[in-house]
């Protein structure tokens, strides 16, 4: 599984911004997709997931104003960014989680694409 992201770029504060991963390969394999952030010096967190079932987690940071979604062939994972904020500024990250075989699991990263919220 690869997994690519776009639509990062610049937005002013409370504009919205929706950041689109496209997963291929074997995406049938995929039990759950993310989107991660991470600025510079700091680890990186997780911003939101949504399961092969479609069972949705968010941060407590963003709640309310991000939301996860899919296309229904689930190869096409979006992030709607709502009433973003300065703080929310960072590189995202596409993260796919998928059966390498029976028993294990692993994990494909996306190249990030950067977010910029101007005050």
């Known amino acids: 599984v690869q997994v690519l992201e776009s639509g990062g770029g610049l937005v002013q504060a409370g504009g919205p911004l929706r950041l689109s991963c496209a997963a291929t390969?074997?995406?049938?394999?995929?039990?759950?997709l993310a989107w991660y952030r991470q600025t510079p010096g700091m680890q990186r967190e997780l911003v939101a997931s949504?399961?092969?079932?479609?069972?949705?987690d968010d941060a407590d940071s963003v709640k309310s104003r991000f939301t996860i979604s899919r296309d229904n062939d689930r190869k096409t994972m979006y992030l709607q960014m709502n009433s973003p904020k300065p703080e929310d500024t960072a590189e995202y990250y596409c993260n796919a989680r998928y059966w390498r075989d029976s028993y294990s699991q692993i994990e494909a990263w996306g190249q990030g694409t950067q977010v910029t919220v101007s005050s």
């Open positions: 949504i399961t092969a079932g479609g069972s949705t």
């Open positions: 390969g074997n995406t049938c394999s995929i039990d759950a």
